[in-house]
């Protein structure tokens, strides 16, 4: 029991001390203040709405819940619910959850929770799972079309709920039954200031499509709607257009098909449109006044969206056709008329498409008559109401809620009395406020005031609410809960608050004044018979349907029931299937006016206390014994407080009980033993037994403390001296094997001692002078093998181009080190040469000859290595012509290419072939076959070349010879280093003289008999582009440019 440990304020207001209203409010104020909003009244639940999402819900807390008893927790309403259904489930016991409040006090979120943890705790399985899901659905549909934005409330109920919702033996879900009761159809036509019409409508051109708005002929702003409140569109945290979207899908998963649903959406569509009809005054042939439609297209779209004539649907709003004996008579409506017409019409469509829509959620949700069941009820309805203007509407959910008051009171002294009865304790009359009697006035078969008003209804002549208000004087002018005008002035009391057109009731609650005012028209709640047959004309099935009346086969001339005497009647449906049940209450209460968080208006509570009875409810579970529980869980709280029962019994529960209580000499007027509860009477017995407890629990709590320390010291010591013997052992060992350790060492070092000793003695005994020489060439030996064989492992690779070798170990090694590597590496190149063929070891001296004679001297010449030397670069096996021009003993060609001759007058160059042979040097005209200068080896005297990447080189030519008496050659070649290589090697064979090559940029040429100086500069390009220019300047002087 958490009822009074650790909690803030008292959990049960049973237990309240004193019991006044202030405490009460303190009491709740202090709790909500502390967002604990739910407090107990015995096993009623009060629920302080707090405005925010509370971390108390969800799986965790329905888990939490489930596995505890009714006070074993903190009060929650899953406590309740819970209690609920495990009495319906184990016991067999209907139960039913009445649910009232104020609007904005949280009826419908509390109907939901318990709801959400029926669903949760209830059975699995596919089917039970779909039935779960269709009975959570069906509130944010009902909720669309039955609720609206208030004054009071964003979400404000406005329409009774009860919910039957039926159970298999397993107590899993089969389906329900709904019913609904006073929709305060009134709401359509008109609104307050700051109010809003039913979510439905806004919801519906928010988030439909526009396709679908096209259908409905519709436009999505809300100001071109007469029925909607154009000044508050939209509610702050409520989104419109999402929460259609979840009606429809609500709707799809209790079963509406998409063409109900369609249908649906066009009837609500009906209701708006009909608001847009204007109506103008006219006027008769014979000057009677009249009405007719302003603009008729607005009737136009309606008969073609619903099948209607609208020609006719025109007659029956601006007309009325009154049936006699005889003949029909009909009348034309004025303006006024017509526009009362029209709204009620407009109202009544939209009440019975709630009722429809509540019987198909029936049909979806009902359960086969076969099958045995059991039921759990829950009543969401209007709380008490009293507004600064009262009507017909407040007077019927007064009393209702009058009806309730009687029902819970009666129905808590009668479990108050089987309890007693029960345990066997004697039973003693309660005195309480009985509001029997303000029931008995208004619900009276013949003279209550519903019946007076069905009368005044009913009878024939002029009829009007100031006539029902003086027979309603005549009536009750000695009633003690019935007040008005003219019974004040009879009682000569005076009465400002009083109006003329008003009547008072005292009501459990509080007097409430009501303004008779439209009772007469809200009670007969009429519609014109051609508005009802023009209805049942149409080709819409659900529009028709709505109006059965309508059908001229089913016409009656009888008068409907009174919407007093339909509510009445629901009221004493209601009442029978309550009584049948074990009730459970639910009392909401609205902290504040403005839904704010954390407000707590002391003055609004104490009248919605008032309202819902908690004071009278409090003093009625009082009446006898304020506080009762089970010998067991009594005796294992209060055990500790006896010698005899602790800290064990194995007597019997009640014993034990007796034992303690004996022994604490608490008041036997205090205390009742039933058969399976101890009752205590007052709540101080109580509290002194918590206080005697809580210094009980101090002194064992330090027993407990004082033992705990005893123990933990005596365990600290014993693992202190286990340790300290450990350490002890292995400190002990650890010196000894040290000490071992030395000892060891100590023996080794003597026997070493000893050993060399020996070796010495025998050494000086055995060997003579000549040992040290053999020792030396045994270690020196014994190392140069050693370094010989490392050297066989490690030999580097067989590529000559490797140069790496191993370093020597030893500096005595150094010399035969670099003799092997110089061996090894001409064995190497040996090798190499031995895998080449004659023409790659003629190219490797061609290259070995370029190399001598151009390395670090012409700067092509490292562009040169990398290539082979071709020698023929004119194709000449091709071309048999060249071929005869070296002749037929001439040998081999060395080298064929094309060269450019430079002019020796004017230094311009032409293209020459050149020719090499082993003997001579051939030149002639690209364009021409023959000859044109051959010159011998022997004739060449030598060449000069130039340093830089250019192909000019000068052949220098003996002036004996008689090529030679003409001149030099001044010759420009591509391949100047292979083709002066093989010139130099081809000179060497044929005169066994080396070639003189020089590399100079100034030279001098002989042409004819005269020298010319030739001086070669590099060019911008620097010669990479290959040209070359020759300017001669003067007659000895040959400037080239490459």
């Not at 009623?44 to 709405?49: A, D, K, T």
């Not at 012409?858 to 290539?867: D, F, G, L, M, R």
Request: charged share 25%; hydrophobic share 35%; net charge positive.
């Amino acid at each position: 029991m958490t009822l009074l440990e650790g909690s803030v304020g008292v959990e049960d207001l049973v237990l309240l001390e004193p019991l006044e209203q202030g405490s009460l409010l303190k009491n709740l104020q202090q709790r909500y203040e502390h967002k604990e909003i739910y407090t107990y009244i015995g096993n009623v639940l009060i629920s302080v709405n707090p405005y925010q999402q509370l971390p108390i819900y969800g799986p965790e807390f329905i888990a939490k819940y489930r596995d505890y008893t009714f006070y074993e927790l903190q009060p929650h309403i899953y406590a309740l619910a819970n209690v609920a259904y495990q009495s319906l489930r184990d016991r067999d016991r209907d139960q039913c959850i009445l649910i009232t409040g104020e609007s904005g006090a949280g009826k419908t979120e509390a109907s939901k929770l318990v709801m959400s943890y029926v669903a949760a705790v209830c059975g699995k399985g596919e089917q039970v799972n779909s039935v779960k899901e269709q009975l959570l659905q069906s509130n944010p549909v009902l909720e669309a079309f039955g609720n609206a934005k208030t004054i009071r409330n964003n979400n404000s109920s406005r329409f009774g709920k009860y919910m039957d919702i039926e159970f298999d033996f397993k107590g899993s879900p089969l389906g329900g039954v709904i019913t609904n009761y006073l929709l305060e159809k009134s709401r359509v036509v008109k609104q307050l200031e700051g109010e809003r019409n039913f979510h439905i409508f806004y919801q519906l051109l928010a988030g439909a499509e526009a396709d679908l708005l096209k259908d409905l002929k519709l436009e999505r702003e809300t100001r071109c709607y007469v029925y909607l409140n154009r000044k508050v569109s939209r509610v702050d945290g409520m989104d419109d257009a999402s929460n259609f979207k979840a009606v429809q899908s609500a709707m799809a998963v209790i079963g509406f098909s998409e063409k109900e649903i369609q249908q649906v959406l066009e009837v609500t569509a009906l209701v708006l449109k009909l608001g847009n009809v204007e109506l103008a005054d006219e006027f008769q042939a014979n000057g009677v006044s009249a009405s007719g439609i302003r603009d008729g297209r607005g009737i136009q779209e309606i008969g073609e969206m619903m099948g209607l004539n609208s020609e006719e649907l025109e007659k029956a709003l601006c007309s009325r056709t009154m049936k006699t004996a005889k003949e029909n008579v009909v009348t034309a409506l004025n303006v006024v008329q017509a526009q009362y017409a029209r709204d009620a019409l407009a109202k009544n469509i939209y009440s019975r498409l709630f009722n429809w829509i509540v019987n198909r959620i029936n049909e979806s949700i009902k359960v086969g008559t076969g099958e045995k069941k059991k039921v759990m009820g829950v009543l969401d309805i209007y709380g008490f109401e009293i507004l600064e203007d009262n009507s017909f509407e407040q007077f019927v959910i007064n009393y209702c809620n009058e009806k309730l008051q009687q029902v819970f009171i009666e129905m808590t002294l009668k479990e108050e009395q089987e309890e007693y009865e029960r345990e066997g304790i004697p039973w003693t009359k309660v005195d309480y406020s009985d509001n029997g009697v303000i029931c008995n006035l208004i619900e009276h078969n013949q003279r209550g005031i519903l019946a007076m008003l069905d009368e005044e209804c009913l009878r024939p002549g002029v009829v009007s609410d100031t006539t029902f208000l003086a027979k309603l004087n005549h009536l009750f002018s000695k009633h003690t809960h019935y007040e008005s005008k003219v019974t004040q002035n009879a009682q000569r009391q005076y009465d400002h608050t009083m109006g003329l057109s008003s009547f008072r009731i005292c009501h459990y609650a509080g007097k409430v004044t009501y303004n008779v005012n439209g009772f007469i028209d809200k009670n007969n709640d009429l519609l014109f018979r051609d508005l009802s047959q023009v209805m049942w004309k149409a080709r819409h099935p659900l529009l028709q349907s709505l109006f059965p009346e309508g059908d001229p086969k089913q016409a009656s001339l009888k008068r409907p029931p009174t919407a007093g005497a339909q509510f009445k009647s629901s009221v004493a449906i209601l009442m029978k299937n309550l009584y049948s049940k074990n009730p459970n209450y639910i009392r909401c209460i609205k902290p504040n006016e403005h839904q704010q968080r954390g407000q707590f208006s002391s003055e609004l509570v104490a009248i919605q206390t008032r309202y819902l009875g908690l004071l009278e409810n409090v003093r009625v579970r009082r009446a006898g014994y304020a506080y009762r529980q089970g010998y067991r869980p009594f005796l294992e709280r209060y055990r500790l407080l006896s010698r005899s029962t602790w800290p064990r019994w194995n007597g019997g529960d009640r014993e034990g009980v007796e034992k303690v209580v004996g022994e604490l000499s608490l008041s036997s007027e205090e205390l009742a033993f039933g058969k399976t509860k101890i009752f205590i009477r007052s709540p101080k017995t109580l509290f002194h037994l918590e206080e005697r407890r809580r210094l009980r629990l101090q002194q064992l709590a330090t027993l407990i403390q004082k033992t705990y320390r005893g123990w933990r010291c005596r365990t600290h010591y014993r693992l202190m001296r286990k340790s300290q013997i450990l350490i002890s052992a292995w400190f002990r060992g650890n010196m000894q094997k040290k000490r071992y350790g030395k000892i060891k060492a100590s023996s080794l070092l003597i026997q070493a001692f000893v050993r060399g000793w020996k070796a010495r003695k025998d050494y000086r005994k055995y060997f003579r002078s000549g040992a040290a020489l053999t020792l030396a060439n045994f270690i020196y030996k014994s190392i140069t093998r050693k370094f010989l064989l490392g050297l066989k492992d490690n030999l580097p690779s067989t590529n000559i181009l490797d140069k790496t070798w191993p370093a020597a170990p030893y500096k005595c090694f150094h010399t035969a080190n670099q003799e092997l590597r110089q061996l090894f590496y001409r064995w190497k190149c040996k090798k190499f040469r031995d895998r080449l063929s004659l023409k790659q070891v003629e190219n490797l001296r061609e290259k070995l000859c370029a190399s001598e004679l151009f390395k670090d001297k012409k700067a092509s010449y490292p562009q040169s290595v990398p290539i082979p030397f071709r020698g023929d670069y004119i194709g000449l096996q091709g071309n048999p012509k060249l071929q005869k021009l070296k002749g037929g003993a001439e040998g081999p060609v060395l080298v064929a290419e094309t060269v450019k001759k430079v002019n020796r007058g004017n230094g311009k160059t032409s293209s020459r072939i050149l020719l090499l042979t082993k003997e001579h040097v051939i030149l002639t005209d690209t364009k021409k076959s023959q000859a044109k200068t051959v010159i011998g080896l022997d004739s060449v005297a030598g060449v000069s070349v130039t340093s830089f990447k250019d192909g000019l080189f000068s052949l220098h030519l003996n002036e004996i010879s008689s090529v030679g008496s003409k001149g030099d050659f001044l010759l420009v070649s591509e391949h100047v280093i292979e083709l002066l290589t093989k010139m130099y090697r081809a000179v060497l064979d044929a005169t066994q003289k080396q070639l003189p090559v020089t590399v100079t940029e100034d030279f001098s040429v002989r042409f004819k008999e005269s020298s010319v100086a030739v001086k070669v500069t590099q060019g911008p390009e620097r010669g990479r582009n290959g040209k070359l220019s020759c300017k001669k300047t003067g007659s000895r002087c040959l400037d080239v440019t490459v």
